[in-house]
C-alpha cells in the first residue's frame, strides 16, 4: 500500500514536470517571437533614419 | 509598422485557452485508469499534451520538407521561410515530446528511454535533425549552397516521418500503440479521446498560428537584411 501511495505520488509530480515543459516551452517560443517582432520594429526605425536626410544636409 | 495578422493572433489565443482547457479537464474530468495494471496511474495524464505535441511535430517536420521540395524546385524565399519556420517550429514541438515521453517512462517504466525502440529513436533523430537545420542556418552564412545542404537535409531527414509514425504498429517494442483511430487495441476510453481531441485541436491551432507569425518576421527580417546590404553600400560608395 505504502509502495502504491510512492508511486502516485511520483506519477503526480511527472505530470506537473511535464506539462510545466510542455507549457514552458509554449511560452517561451512566444516570447522569442515577440523579441524578434520588436527588433524589426527598431531596425526599421533605424534604418529609415539612416535613409532621412539631415535638413542641414548640403548647406555648405 | 509590422502588422501581425489579427486572425494569426486570434489562432494563439484560442489555442492558449484550449491548452488551458485540456491540463483542467485531463485532470479534473478524464477517468483514472486501473492502478492494478499501471505502475504510475496519474502520470498518464501526460498523454493530453504530448501526443497532440507529436502530431503537430509531423506537420512541422511535413512543412520542412514541403519548403525543402519546393526550394529545389523553385528556388524562392517563401520556399525557404517554409524551412525555417518548419524547423523552428519542428524542434519546438520535438523537443516538448522528447522531454514528456521520457518522464513519462521514467514514472510508468522505470527508465527514461529505450534503445531498442524504434519509434523512440527515429522520433529522437528526427528532433536532432531539427535541431542541426536551425543550429546550421544560424550559424552558415545565408548563401544559395548552404540553404541546398540544409535543404537536402531536410528533404531526406522526412523519411524519418513514416518511419516513426507506422513504428509502433509494425514493430512494437515499448512504446504505446495508436490510441487515436479505433481498434481493437486501442480500447480508448471515450472522455480520454474527448479530451485528447480537445489538445489535438488546440495545439494545432497554435501551431497554424506560430506558422503565419513566423513567416511574417522571417520575411520582414530578410527585407531589413537587404535594406542593410543596401545601406552599406551607399556609405562604403561615399
Known sequence: MKLMEANELSGETHLIVAYAILIGSLVLYGNWLRSRYRNIVNSRASILEARTPHPHDGED | ?238
Open chain 2, 1 to 238: 509598422m509590422l502588422r501581425v495578422p489579427a486572425q494569426a493572433i486570434a489562432l494563439l489565443a484560442l489555442g492558449s485557452i484550449g491548452v488551458v482547457a485540456t491540463v483542467f479537464l485531463g485532470i479534473t474530468w478524464a477517468p483514472d485508469v486501473n492502478p492494478s495494471q499501471w505502475r504510475a496511474p496519474a502520470a498518464y495524464r501526460i498523454i493530453f499534451l504530448h501526443v497532440p505535441f507529436a502530431w503537430t511535430s509531423f506537420l512541422a517536420f511535413a512543412m520542412l520538407f514541403w519548403g525543402s521540395l519546393r526550394w529545389y524546385l523553385r528556388r524562392t524565399e517563401r520556399s525557404w521561410r517554409l524551412v525555417q519556420s518548419g524547423s523552428d517550429l519542428g524542434l519546438l514541438f520535438g523537443i516538448g515530446v522528447i522531454t514528456s515521453g521520457p518522464i513519462w517512462g521514467m514514472a510508468e517504466w522505470g527508465v527514461p528511454w529505450d534503445w531498442a525502440d524504434l519509434r523512440l529513436n527515429t522520433f529522437g533523430l528526427l528532433t536532432a535533425l531539427a535541431l542541426f537545420i536551425v543550429m546550421a542556418r544560424r550559424s552558415q552564412p545565408d548563401h544559395d549552397s548552404t540553404r541546398d545542404t540544409i535543404a537536402a537535409v531536410g528533404l531526406f531527414g522526412f523519411i524519418l516521418v513514416p518511419i516513426t509514425a507506422v513504428a509502433t504498429t509494425l514493430y512494437q517494442k515499448r512504446h504505446p500503440g495508436v490510441v487515436i483511430i479505433e481498434s481493437e487495441d486501442s480500447g480508448l476510453d471515450p472522455t480520454i479521446r474527448a479530451v485528447m481531441m480537445v489538445g489535438f485541436v488546440s495545439i494545432t491551432l497554435l501551431f497554424i498560428g506560430f506558422t503565419i507569425i513566423s513567416d511574417k518576421l522571417y520575411s520582414a527580417e530578410a527585407e531589413i537584411e537587404l535594406n542593410h546590404r543596401a545601406l552599406d553600400e551607399i556609405n562604403g560608395g561615399e
